[in-house]
């Protein structure tokens, strides 16, 4: 997608500002900046156009910096011929070009399969299945090879990583992409990556003078690359945002806070970063909810998390639920730290991670806050358990 210059950024942040935005308009202004990966200038832009839309509805907002090691594909291929094929490296794999021809290893890469053909100085294909990525790489390795190439079982982009370094370039590529390498051609894999810091900020949302919430309304707002990110997670996003819009002027805002994470992608590091610079903040939440992929009809909209908060989302909004907490999402850092969560979520669609992911349902955003703040009124009513 194309992003837009800063003047056009800022232009849009008043009009959408002075029109009165909704959901429709965070959705559709937040996509037009494309992927929103951590560190990036998408990333910041969305973040500036959410945090302008805080501020006018009133709130104070605050932007809190992480930064943390990450492994980047800095534009990856292979060319066949007259052709440029996509690809994304493996992290871990080491950047490098090699031109050389292409051979597919038979099976799927265990030793045995190498010693069947021969890959030394050459480009080895393999199947994706049955060995890890790095078991995979070292029988590479150990055959000679001088490049790598991992076909997914599937037409969809594969990020795959070792958890290790290794001096071999290695790419992942579609079943698409992989049928379109024809065996013993020369080919020319290009694998490009940096490994480095990243800086991460969260947006914290807040009433004036309020500094121990009771709770916390989370979601993250980055994306995965090349994916822009419509349900995961612009959909926890705005329903955040939507949160934060209809109880603006309630008792209820001046009980919460608003808290967009960054860095989720790359391991919860947004939250995981909140939790360990606010320990009595944190200590002080009665309940923390947290809103991922909300935006599309997978399934019906559900529920995990702490046992009486699931079981007053059963009896309040007749949500499925159960628990104890499940999900790699941005509550797992809280509920780790003892505070009752609850994950909103509507299951995995088909352009999870994928550049498909740009659609998400208004109304499935809003019906998920309608039950958010059904269960949060009940939560808040009810005397705190001993021991908390």
């Known amino acids: 997608m194309q992003i837009p210059t800063l003047g056009a950024t800022l232009a849009a942040l008043v009009l959408v500002s002075s029109a009165g935005a909704d959901v429709e308009s965070d959705l559709r202004t937040v996509l037009n900046f494309g992927p929103r990966v951590t560190g990036t200038a998408a990333n910041e832009q969305a973040r500036g156009y959410l945090e302008a839309q805080f501020r006018a509805l009133g709130y104070d907002t605050r932007r809190e910096a992480f930064s943390y090691p990450r492994f980047d594909d800095l534009g990856s291929d292979l060319r066949q011929g007259n052709q440029t094929l996509s690809g994304r490296a493996l992290e871990g794999s080491t950047g490098g070009e090699v031109r050389a021809r292409a051979v597919r290893v038979p ?216 628990f104890p907490a499940e999900g790699g999402s941005d509550q797992v850092p809280f509920d780790q730290a003892g505070v009752p969560t609850l994950f909103f979520h509507r299951g995995l669609d088909a352009n999870y991670h994928q550049p498909g992911d740009v659609l998400a349902d208004p109304a499935l955003i809003r019906a998920t806050v309608d039950a958010a703040l059904g269960i949060v009124d009940v939560v808040l009513k009810t005397p705190v358990p001993a021991g908390r």
């Open 107 to 322: 099976g799927t890469g265990t030793p045995e399969d190498f010693r069947a053909v021969n890959v030394r100085g050459l480009i080895a294909v393999v199947q994706r299945g049955q060995l890890s990525f790095l078991q995979k790489a070292k029988n590479a390795q150990a055959a000679g090879a001088a490049g790598l190439i991992i076909i997914n079982s599937e037409a969809k982009e594969l990020q795959g990583r070792f958890g290790e370094r290794l001096a071999l370039p290695a790419l992942a590529v579609t079943s698409t992409t992989g049928a379109a390498l024809r065996d013993g051609q020369e080919i020319q894999l290009r694998v490009r990556v940096r490994d480095g810091e990243v800086r991460g900020v969260n947006v914290v949302a807040f009433k004036s003078g309020v500094s121990r919430p009771e709770v916390l309304f989370g979601a993250h707002m980055d994306s995965v690359f090349r994916a822009p990110g419509a349900n995961d997670n612009l959909s926890g996003t705005v329903a955040v945002m939507e949160l934060a819009r209809r109880t603006v002027n309630t008792p209820l805002a001046a009980r919460s806070y608003f808290v967009l994470f960054d860095g989720e992608e790359d391991g919860l590091r947004g939250s995981r970063a909140f939790v360990k610079d606010h320990p009595a903040l944190v200590q002080g939440l009665r309940t923390m909810f947290n809103f991922d992929m909300v935006g599309v009809n997978v399934s019906p909209l559900n529920v995990t998390g702490e046992r009486l908060l699931v079981e007053t989302a059963k009896q309040v909004a007749g949500l499925p639920g159960s």
